[in-house]
């Protein structure tokens, strides 16, 4: 065998395990050039964020809604609210792993459990503040949300451009993610036609894209959503509590090149 057979059989060994580990990692396929990781959560600590709830206000968590726990970020739920990046963010990929917990909590308790990544937010702390959501919800992750006047032109997945769509002041609206089926709003549901999410208890990766407000949505490797012209294009990041528990860990961000 020639060195050069050697080094092409060597090459494609190669790629093929990287092809088969990004796979595996449930990483998307089509994340552009970027640089290397910054560790917004390094198992560790939420130094990288503050917190925030409705009912106590930046920085005050007497009921412990949001805890470091064996290397993961716990969310209790039993409350609104949300832990958030202490710097604003353009142009980046962001990678994260979710995984529901049980419990269920009023006014949510029995529904569908919700939770959900906030991005481009540059406007005053509250619930909720003006963003473009990527949407955590059995039966839903993926939807686009914007929120109090943050707005979004949705590219279908025939590439198309579709309506752009504003969220009303103090509230929102939403952009479907590509093939949803039926929803019931009920703690458990599963997407009968399109379900992205991996079982109850196991964890799903979601992937963001922002390019000069351009966004890609991904769960557990599948291009889920699609928009454009995002308003706004940059800002910090936050992670929900929305009356579900839910976990987060490996949350990374990495520039675009």
Sequence with gaps: MSVRSTHLKISSFILLFCVCTAIANGQAKHIPSHGPAI???????????????????????????????????????????YFITKQEYKNYYLRAEFKWGEGTFAPRQGQARDSG?????????????????????E????????????????????????????GPDGKASKIDRFNKGEVKN???????????????????????????GHVWQYVNGKLANEGTDAFPASGKILFQSEGAEVFFRHIKVYPLK
């Design 139 to 166: 039966g839903c992750t993926g939807d686009f949300w914007m929120t109090d006047g943050a707005a979004l032109t949705g590219i279908g997945p025939d590439g198309k451009p579709g309506a752009r769509v504003t």
């Design 39 to 81: 560790f917004l959560f390094d198992g560790k600590d939420l130094n990288q964020f503050d917190t925030f709830l409705r009912s106590d206000g930046l920085n005050s968590d007497p009921n412990h809604v949001f805890t470091v726990e064996k290397g993961v970020v716990h969310v209790s739920g039993t409350e609104f609210g």
């Design 186 to 212: 009920v703690t458990g549901f599963r997407d009968p036609a399109n379900e992205l999410e991996k079982p109850h208890g196991e964890w799903n990766v979601v992937e963001l894209v922002n390019r000069d």
């Design 117 to 137: 990544i906030l991005y481009n937010i540059q406007g005053p702390n509250k619930v909720w503040p003006r963003s473009v959501e990527f949407q955590i919800n």
